[in-house]
């Protein structure tokens, strides 16, 4: 089916290897409702995706997700200091229920950042999914996964500004905007690179090659 091409395409052109080889992506099934709700196929990019498309920007040097459980000992504090600390327990069995994840990065100028997720936070981003109720939808399958992927998709938004990065943004709005059965997407990206290269290029004498990328917005919960 032409679902399945494009899907395929997509993840040949991100670079990520399709399969439980390494993680990066896998091929779902997704009902169209529009369509009667036929099964199409759709990419979904895989926690270790996202790891590996961070690490090709050649700014980011460690990237890694984890879960927090309520028996865990876990302290959070934001604002201008902002800091994570986490110890979990390694007794399965006393760890208790997850309470939230987050995602650490460790940039290469020696600069970290992380992105921390309440549980009811990704219940609401779980609730936007539309295969959320299937049984073969991976929130029921592989749920720590899609757990860790939500504080990484959020990150990746925001990891890297500049316009030569855009591909690790590109791919989470892509990825959340699929999830959530939004389908303008398709054609929205592709929008936007054709918007950039019209645009006059700006430099620190008036003259480049470069000019500022529109920003992308994200989908309303």
Not at 158 to 182: F, H, I, K, P, Q
Request: proline share 5%; with cysteine.
């Amino acid at each position: 089916p032409l679902s399945i091409v494009q899907a395929v395409l997509e993840g040949s052109q991100l670079g990520l290897m399709l399969g439980n080889k390494l993680g990066h992506a896998y091929l779902v099934p997704r009902r169209d409702k529009k369509a009667n709700n036929t099964l199409k196929c759709q990419l979904l990019i895989g926690y270790r995706g996202f790891i590996a498309l961070a690490h090709r920007t050649g700014k980011v040097s460690s990237i890694y997700p984890a879960i927090v459980h309520g028996g865990d000992q876990f302290s959070l504090k934001l604002g201008t200091g902002r800091q994570l600390v986490h110890v979990p327990v390694l007794d399965p069995a006393k760890r208790g229920e997850w309470i939230g994840a987050y995602a650490v990065v460790e940039f290469r100028d020696g600069r970290t950042d992380f992105e921390w997720m309440t549980r009811q936070e990704i219940e609401n981003v779980k609730q936007c999914s539309e295969s959320a109720s299937e049984a073969w939808s991976p929130w029921r399958r592989f749920e720590d996964e899609m757990i860790k992927k939500s504080p990484i998709r959020r990150m990746a938004k925001r990891l890297c500004l500049s316009s030569e990065d855009m591909t690790l943004v590109e791919a989470a709005v892509r990825d959340e905007y699929r999830e959530m059965g939004v389908k303008k997407t398709q054609t929205a990206i592709p929008a936007i690179r054709e918007l950039q290269r019209s645009l006059p290029a700006v430099g620190s004498n008036g003259h480049g090659n470069k000019g500022p990328k529109p920003a992308i917005r994200e989908p309303r919960r």
